[in-house]
């Protein structure tokens, strides 16, 4: 399932707490980088291997470097008086004491890099204590990304962020690393990334069966770790509750859409999605989110689903649903 489709899935719910079934009979898998589903399947996992194979893949740690554990805290700093509060997917400490932050992130907006250093120093800020001597462990943040981030590198897909000075890391002891999932999917449509064999590569493969609700490569099913990722992803594990949290605005989805909608009709070109105005939808959605709403739609219709549900969750009009 992918972004678009999640969201269609919780404006049906809106409707009709009992539509999740019907998605459940249509999709196998969950959006993963919905926060809700992330959360439950690379933090609530006991041993948290999930969580530190990919961790691993992304930041490219091996051997003694290799994140061997790690156990997680709060994902949250209040803020002080009138600051803003810190929430990060997850946080962690490493069996070495570096800290981990993993932070997945289905819209860009304006703000999105300032966040980004807002969250990483909260997280410094609360590593020195009083008598201590200022001295910070390694702290890793890593972006997981559902949109392109770095337009200006089109076959790049992990990108390693540091402080330079004179061409040398300025203090190499925080890494940002980000990776636009999105762009990745693209370049293995291309052919371009078919022949990257890294760990990171393998992982993003197996995220992709799941979004794109792909067959499972030889390769995928035969590695342990993503039998496991996708068994643990299946939509039918989910709970209503979960969804019905996401359709009240305890996760920061629907805050993210309205952002990237917004800035979709600024820019007319955003990934935002519908707000039950064909207009809007025009304006708002990339052609590629259409043709995915368009599929949708027609597996709604093809279920027969009540066409008043369909109209609502695709924002498309009833006589474009009748021509699919």
């Known amino acids: 399932m992918n972004r678009a489709q999640h969201y269609s899935l919780l404006r049906a719910m809106e409707i009709d707490k009992k539509n999740l079934l019907k998605y459940q009979e249509i999709y196998n898998y969950a959006y993963i980088l919905s926060d809700g589903i992330f959360k439950i399947v690379f933090a609530e996992e006991k041993d948290h291997a999930l969580l530190i194979s990919l961790v691993n893949a992304m930041l490219d740690l091996h051997d003694g470097d290799a994140i061997k554990d790690i156990s997680l805290e709060m994902q949250e700093f209040p ?3 009138t600051k803003k509060d810190c929430i990060v997917d997850i946080i962690g400490t490493t069996n070495a004491g570096e800290r981990v932050l993993v932070e997945v992130q289905q819209q860009g907006d304006d703000f999105y890099r300032d966040r980004v250093e807002y969250y990483t120093s909260r997280v410094i800020e609360n590593q020195v204590h009083t008598s201590e001597k200022y001295e910070l462990p390694r702290i890793y943040f890593l972006g997981l990304l559902d949109f392109t981030l770095f ?6 897909y992990i990108h390693h962020v540091d402080e330079m000075c004179n061409g040398r890391k300025f203090f190499p002891k925080i890494q ?4 636009e999932i999105e762009k990745f999917f693209r ?3 291309k052919g371009i990334s078919t022949n990257d064999n890294s760990e990171a590569a393998q992982w993003l493969r197996a995220i992709k069966v799941v979004i794109n609700e792909e ?9 342990e770790t ?9 939509l ?3 709970a209503e509750e979960l969804f019905n949290c996401e359709v009240k605005n305890v996760t920061d989805l629907m805050a993210e859409h309205e952002i990237g909608f917004a800035e979709g009709k600024k820019e007319g070109h955003a990934e935002g999605f519908v707000q039950g105005k064909t207009e809007g939808y025009a ?18 219709k093809e279920q027969n689903v009540a066409m008043a549900i369909i109209v609502k969750s695709s924002g498309l009009s009833e006589e474009e649903i009748n021509s699919l």
Do not use: H, W, Y
Request: hydrophobic share 35%.
């Open 79 to 81: 803020g002080v008086f």
């Open 151 to 156: 337009p200006e590198e089109p076959q790049k």
């Open 176 to 179: 940002k690393i980000f990776v």
């Open 187 to 189: 370049l293995e449509e």
């Open 215 to 223: 067959p499972v490569p030889e390769k995928i099913m035969q590695n």
């Open 226 to 234: 993503f039998r496991r990722l996708l068994d643990s992803v299946k």
């Open 236 to 238: 039918i594990n989910f």
């Open 283 to 300: 304006e708002g959605v990339s052609e590629g989110e259409l043709k995915k709403t368009r599929e949708m739609a027609k597996s709604l």
